[in-house]
């Protein structure tokens, strides 16, 4: 089993910053990236940013320019330095791991709980 946990989400004033964090541990065999998405009340999850296993990365279009992916792959740990944040980043962020637990398997996806984003304006 690889279970993720995010932390580090809570409420923040419009143009603050936040940074959360995900960890991906259990039985990992190799994880080809790690993801954050974003739920808002009554809307899709949304894509913000990846990085894979080698380091590039990858942001919405929405985020670009004031969030920023990083990770420690020995640790298979995920951060997102967020800038700059707008009422309409208020939202559950969501980390995916997209990873094996063993050998010659598929990769899945593994999904934590969520943290909650709250900007205020």
């Known amino acids: 089993q690889v279970q993720v946990v995010e932390s580090g989400g809570g409420l923040v004033q419009a143009g603050g910053s936040l940074r959360l964090s995900c960890a991906a541990s259990?039985?990992?065999?190799?994880?080809?990236?790690m993801d954050w998405y974003r739920q808002a009340p009554g809307k899709q999850r949304d894509w913000v940013a990846s990085?894979?296993?080698?380091?590039?990365?990858d942001y919405a279009d929405s985020v670009k320019g004031r969030f920023t992916i990083s990770g420690d792959s020995a640790k298979n740990t995920v951060y997102l330095q967020m800038n700059s944040l707008k009422s309409e980043d208020t939202a559950v962020y969501f980390c995916?791991?997209?990873?094996?637990?063993?050998?010659?398997?598929?990769?899945?996806?593994?999904w934590g709980q969520g943290t909650q984003v709250t900007v205020s304006s």
């Open positions: 990085i894979t296993s080698g380091g590039s990365t």
């Open positions: 995916n791991a997209h990873g094996r637990a063993r050998a010659y398997v598929r990769a899945s996806n593994y």
């Open positions: 259990g039985s990992i065999f190799s994880i080809d990236s």
